[in-house]
């Protein structure tokens, strides 16, 4: 069930400062605080589902949010995963076109609405936010022609490897010498932004335990050896 909760003022929000809107001008920002309205949602969530129209943008404040696609067969392709500071479905309100992807809760969430018209009069009134906004579409593009790049070239245990590294950026904790993923995810989600079944994501990371690259604490993972996943992914940084 979601809940609407007690109004924080886009000033004194800290996950501000993460977001498109962190130059936004005094008079644009308070603009914005105005008409937004901050709700509390739950894991498991739906924010809103493919096919549907937009009537505004999502700003999250708190939480984790999976974009994905359901497939003929059932099965969800996780698109990304979105944070604090992240904004969702801006680019089908800004193409005009229904949601081409649905968004879940995964981890409880604070998430501010700003209706179009609001976003839209600030968009067309800031040059600096318009350019902002312009290059963050133009570099999810960029990420979805890689993803479907690795799709076709990599193997699924070099995808894997690779998600690995990505979370363990996101949402890593660093202890002594390992990084703990702070996200509980299911396999099955994990495959879904894997591209593969979640068959082969247990086999896989059973695998990886093996190997003494990763660890389990409970439903978290541990990442025991970075260098070694980087390898395996084939991915250097």
């Known amino acids: 069930m979601s809940n609407s909760v007690k109004q924080l003022p886009c000033e004194l929000c800290a996950s501000r400062k993460h977001s498109l809107l962190s130059d936004l001008s005094e008079s644009h920002i308070c603009s914005i605080s105005e008409s937004k309205n901050l709700i509390s949602h739950r894991k498991g969530q739906i924010l809103f589902y493919e096919g549907t129209k937009p ?7 708190a939480g984790v949010v999976k974009v994905y696609k359901t497939a003929s067969n059932g099965k969800d392709q996780i698109i990304h995963l979105a944070k604090a500071g992240d904004f969702l479905g ?3 309100l800004l193409g005009e076109e229904n949601y081409t992807t649905s968004a879940m809760i995964v981890e409880d969430a604070k998430i ?8 839209l009069e600030t968009l067309f009134g800031n040059t600096q936010f318009f350019k902002r906004v312009t290059k963050q579409l133009s570099h999810e593009l960029n990420i979805m022609e890689d993803k479907l790049t690795d799709a076709t070239q990599k193997s699924i245990r070099e995808r894997l490897a690779y998600t690995l590294l990505l979370l363990a950026s996101s949402y890593g904790v660093e202890g002594d010498e390992a990084q703990k993923i702070d996200l509980v995810l299911s396999r099955e989600e994990i495959a879904g932004i894997v591209g593969t079944a979640t068959e082969s994501v247990i086999r896989l990371l059973s695998e990886f335990k093996k190997d003494n690259l ?3 604490e409970g439903k978290k993972i541990i990442i025991k050896d970075r260098r070694g996943l980087a ?6 940084a």
């Open 112 to 119: 501010c609405f700003i209706p179009k018209e609001s976003f």
């Open 55 to 61: 009537l505004g943008i999502f700003c999250i404040n």
């Open 214 to 216: 990763i660890e389990f």
């Open 231 to 236: 390898r395996l992914s084939d991915f250097y």
């Open 90 to 92: 801006y680019s089908a």
